[in-house]
């Protein structure tokens, strides 16, 4: 991993202890800080994504297609509507595409910081938990997931709120940029739900022996007559393959574990522990069900990020007795260390997380401005 984001780690790193353990209010200042750098450094990074140049021959073909035609463009490079729209409004006015890939870290940081800082928790936990490795894959790789995910992010308010419209003109937003967040839909509901442990644990191994069974694969032909293109991006996923992570199996039995040891604690000590232990759950559900393939990974993300808000969430309720407020917060420090150097391990060498450049090197193809070539 190249130096910054080892710094960005270290630095989340340490003010997550101070927070933790100092006894102070944390700095709002300081969080937005780092959050800034975690943008630009996200928005001005030149070829992370293994996608990089199919992206930016979509941005550069906005520059050619008029808006009426624009349906048919997105149609040609199997994106969303809603992202290509946004690549030709930049295009159109002269930007080049670093200004774009800088917009859209702004945008989803924007919406996934200020969420973060009025839920979190402990904000620079969830900061942390959020940089590994929901930040480094999101705002770096998949960044239409990014986009889709920072605008739902920011729809928890209207889910805690019970503010149906809102929710619904964020998703209908948010479906534009990845249809795959048409899972999320159920976020809405499933909050209302009264889960205790008998039902958590029962539910948890329902999802497992019913991947065992073979019983997901009776969402193939429901998901087939799903329309608005979610048929096709379901198809082109069940053509991928996805790497079913060990760390992902141990963090999601290890959360689950300590829901079950809490649940009656948070939930009678925090407001919003409830609402973020059912989205989250819903998530593991999703998660085993589906097992280790493409969808463990791309749907049940957008219900498993909360991970961010549930773990800081139920550990300010325990923060009056400091053995389990010290057995939480430790035990998912650790996995966030480990996750991190195997990150390192498995990404650093192999992409542009081991070697940061940026738009400003000259062999860089595009800029902030468009360029006649």
Known sequence: MSLIYN???????????????????ANKTWFFVMVALMTVTAGIAYGISPDWVAYWNAFEGTGVTPFSELGDLADKVDMEYG??????????????YAAFTLLIAIIAMTLKSVTIYKYGGYIFMALLMYYVPVYLFEENVHVRQGLADAIMIYS????????LFHFLLCFAIAFLFHKAVVAFILAYWVVQVRFNNTTIIAIVIAAVVANIVGLSTAIDGIVQLMPFGVAETYNDYANEFSEGGLLGDIVKILTVGAIILFNNQASENDEYYPYFRNIYLLGVVLYFFFGKGIFAARLPVFYTVYLVFLVPR???ALQHNDVFKNIVYVSFMTYTLLLYVNFYYNWGDRSGFGNYTTVFNKWAPYSFIQREF
Request: charge should be positive; proline fraction near 0%.
């Open 7 to 25: 710094l960005i780690f270290v630095l989340l790193l340490g003010s997550s202890a101070y927070e933790m353990y100092s006894g102070e209010k």
């Open 83 to 96: 992202y290509i729209f946004l690549n030709k409004l930049v295009s159109s006015v002269g930007l080049g």
């Open 156 to 163: 928890v308010r209207y889910i805690i709120d019970r503010k």
């Open 314 to 316: 139920m550990i300010k």
